[in-house]
């Protein structure tokens, strides 16, 4: 028999008290490896999204707003900007590429949003059915939008009024029929569908203002279609790319105090984001250290009274020609095995975790988390539980290690 | 076999015992005897190697053992002596057949499933393989505890008090089997003891009178 198999059959000689310890050690190791998982994808989700966009120029207001809802689209745009300003900071000698959003609609809370097709090549997104859009009124689903409604090639659609999802009226009359399907980028294009800048003025152009006061929009009535009834026309924002990285230092000053447009930095705003939502992360880690503490608590409790119980068996391995060492070898084998089993647990649980925030989050077409990829940083959570395992085993194998053989064979 | 020159110890807080020589062929029986405290437990872990003398030589089969390191010790008591304590220690975590098998574990070796099953045949529990030490009575747990003493067919058999609380019948039945197993494995057999009966059921031991000696020593530590 090895001491590894003796371990583990002594750990699980005490059934109650062995699962006891293995739940608070997994559940330790599970909240940290959620907070690793979910960090981590949404660092990548942000960096994806803001691959090579220098700056997003929008109507003035909050500049964190202006990233969120441009780059992210997960708040509302602050307002237009006319078409017009935007074609003239295209000429701009320090802008190499200006890609032009027009938002405003939803289909099932999906974001309509008219582009170019630069859009498509910027984020070098690869179609799984189809095209990109020709003609206005033709569109392109993210491949979340097309597993959650289930259209596919060809079907058609009309846009709700509002980004707020389901509170505005349908365009009724203006029906976008899909022209391609992208496949999945795990970034924001997933959950957008993309059309013609020209299909978003179209709609809008020939939608009917309503006879009475429109409702409040609480989400945002931002799209230009009260403004469009007359030229000039409006698009909502810009992504831009500098053509060289100097431009950071002149073009956003230039566009917020010279144009009617404001400038915001996506890599400053991020930061910024990310410090804030990092106080999140912060305290969730630190819950799992928490939760790692009592556990290894307890793992030390668990391993004393072991040591305590089975004094007399540990002095007559003793007894029977075992090294002080192997004796110390046996407990330490008990707390890995605890450790060994509750690393594979707690990933197991971390990323069960992750899948379901994962999935409530897809439900309202938010970030995308999965609980399927793994992250570099996960090596640790083997490395913690041993850690956290051999810390509590110490104590009681020293007390192990040196258990008086002679003394105890002589207590009656 | 056993021999021990001028042997003493010293308690860490408290007497210095010491021994009268004693000599023992391999194959024979000794019989300590000794009121409670005499020092009969120590002398017995002394020959273990599991006490170390303050003073004087225990050499045991051809091995003084004041010559090996405490890890040799270890190893060397693994494969020469076969020690029955009072207290059985069965550990109740484990089948009979697992406790055995803990000999094999302790010294180091592979585990001899023939062996296991032959020492549990021999003492008529082998049927007992499969159960916990605290389903068995008492007399079934002392065969057990037996079995396992001499897995490891040990040079010297030390017993301690090995009919302490057992009937008349048992204790007879306990010490037969004790003899016979020194027998089958050419054992030299050691016996700590206070009971009168076993020096009746074992009337060729040698008797080796434990405490004249220690008496003596706890009388030099008075004033």
């Known amino acids: 028999m090895k001491t590894v198999a003796l371990a583990f059959r002594y750990l699980w000689s005490r059934p109650l008290q062995a699962l006891l310890n293995l739940l608070m050690l997994t559940l330790g190791l599970a909240s940290i490896t959620f907070v690793l998982l979910a960090s981590e994808q949404i660092d990548r989700a942000f960096q994806r999204d803001l691959a090579g966009i220098d700056l997003v120029v929008g109507a003035k207001g909050s500049p964190m707003q202006l990233i969120l809802a441009g780059v992210f689209h997960i708040d509302v745009p602050p307002g237009n900007i006319s078409l017009q300003d935007a074609q003239e900071l295209r000429k701009h000698p320090q802008v190499a590429q200006l890609i032009p959003l027009s938002m405003g609609d939803t289909f099932r809370g999906f974001r309509i949003v008219g582009t170019t097709v630069d859009y498509l090549e910027h984020y070098k997104m690869a179609f799984a059915q189809g095209q990109a859009w020709v003609r206005p009124m033709e569109a392109v689903l993210g491949a979340q939008v097309a597993r959650s409604t289930g259209m596919v090639l060809g079907d058609t659609f009309v846009g709700s009024h509002g980004l707020g999802g389901g509170g505005g009226h349908d365009h009724g009359e203006n029906l976008y029929r899909i022209k391609g399907v992208l496949a999945p980028c795990g970034c924001v294009a997933d959950r957008l569908i993309l059309t013609a800048t020209e299909s978003v003025w179209q709609v809008h152009e020939k939608a009917p203002m309503p006879v009475a006061a429109p409702m409040p929009d609480a989400a945002g009535d931002t799209h230009e279609a009260h403004a469009a009834q007359e030229p000039p026309r409006e698009i909502t924002m810009a992504l831009i790319t500098y053509k060289s990285p100097l431009a950071a230092a002149t073009l956003p000053r230039w566009v917020n105090s010279s144009t009617r447009m404001q400038a915001a930095a996506p890599a400053l705003e991020v930061s910024r984001l990310l410090r804030l939502l990092g106080v999140g992360s912060e305290v969730l880690r630190g819950v799992g250290a928490v939760l790692l503490f009592t556990a290894a608590l307890s793992v030390f409790i668990a391993l004393w009274n072991a040591v305590r119980e089975r004094r007399e068996d540990l002095a007559m391995l003793r007894m029977l020609g075992a090294t002080p060492t192997k004796v110390a070898a046996l407990l330490l084998s008990e707390a890995l095995w605890l450790a060994l089993l509750a690393s594979v647990l707690g990933l197991a649980a971390g990323h069960g975790l992750t899948a379901l925030v994962g999935y409530m989050l897809e439900a309202q077409h938010s970030l995308p988390i999965s609980g399927r990829i793994w992250v570099p940083a996960e090596a640790w959570i083997p490395v913690a539980a041993v850690g956290v395992a051999t810390l509590a085993a110490l104590i009681p194998s020293v007390t192990a290690y040196r258990i008086d053989v002679a003394q105890l064979l002589n207590a009656r | ?223």
């Not at chain 2, 070796?109 to 529990?125: F, I, M, S, W």
Request: hydrophobic share 45%; charged share 20%.
């Open chain 2, 1 to 223: 076999m056993i021999e021990t020159r001028a042997l003493r110890y010293e308690y860490p807080s408290g007497p210095t015992l010491s021994f009268d020589d004693v000599d023992v062929r391999q194959g024979g029986t000794l019989l300590l005897r000794g009121n409670s405290g005499a020092g009969k437990s120590t002398w017995l872990a002394l020959a273990a190697g599991m006490l170390t003398p303050k003073a004087g030589e225990i050499v045991i089969a051809g091995q003084p053992l004041s010559r090996l390191s405490r890890g040799a010790r270890d190893a060397w008591r693994a494969r020469t002596v076969g020690f029955l304590p009072q207290k059985l220690h069965l550990s109740d975590a484990l089948t009979v057949e697992r406790n055995l098998a803990l000999a094999f574990y302790a010294a180091g070796v592979p585990e001899n499933r023939v062996t296991l099953t032959r020492a549990l045949g021999l003492l008529g529990v082998a049927e007992l393989a499969g159960r916990r030490p605290s389903q068995l009575s008492g007399g079934q747990a002392q065969r057990v505890a037996l079995a396992r003493t001499i897995l490891m067919e040990p040079r010297v058999i030390l017993a301690d008090e090995p009919t302490a609380s057992l009937d008349d019948e048992t204790a007879l039945t306990g010490l037969k089997l004790l003899e016979n197993c020194a027998f089958q494995c050419n054992a030299t057999l050691v016996i700590a003891t206070h009971d009168r009966r076993v020096q009746k059921a074992l009337p060729k031991a040698t008797v080796y009178q434990i405490g004249r000696a220690a008496a003596a020593a706890w009388s030099d530590t008075l004033p």
